[in-house]
């Protein structure tokens, strides 16, 4: 009698489980098994998307052609190693498209350049503004004209801790 291997007509016909379709094998971290069940039970970040623009000016007939599902990780993060998500609080950036509450993602592993909205650490304290950067001094601006520019000196204690990448706000 041998032992081990496969058998003819052992196991689950393919196709046949819970996703109607052949499966394979994975090895996962065992620290990241609860996050993938739950992409792959709810699928977590596809988001339907349909084939039609909708129309910001004069209205147009919409179809109701479903194009495909998107994963808007692929649209937000780009480097998923070096980002976060942190919430705004304060006006300061209103102008900005950027509300108290907002979901901001945060990419670290961009660079700040001169226009770029983004997160500094100053005197051990967040804020979120424009970076500007003249070649011969920087500051950072707020977006609202209630708010001063704050000059960033040789003696300032502080960082760029990451460039803000998409702002996420309920209508």
Known sequence: MTR???????GRPK?????????????IPVSKINYVSKIVNKGLYEIPIY??????????PADDYLEDKIDLNRYLIKHPASTFLV???????????IFPDDILIVDRSQKAVDGKVVIAVLNNELTVKRF??????????????KYKP???EKETE??????VTNVIHNL
């Open 4 to 10: 081990g291997g496969a058998r003819k007509g052992a």
């Open 15 to 27: 196709g046949q489980g819970k996703y109607g379709e052949p499966t394979k094998a994975m090895r």
């Open 51 to 60: 084939g039609n623009k909708v129309a910001a000016g004069f209205p147009s």
């Open 87 to 97: 919430r705004a609080s304060g006006d300061s950036m209103i102008n900005a498209g």
């Open 132 to 145: 500007k950067n003249n070649g011969k001094k920087i500051t950072l601006e707020a977006e609202n004209p």
């Open 150 to 152: 704050i000059s960033v």
């Open 158 to 163: 502080g960082y760029i801790w990451g460039v």
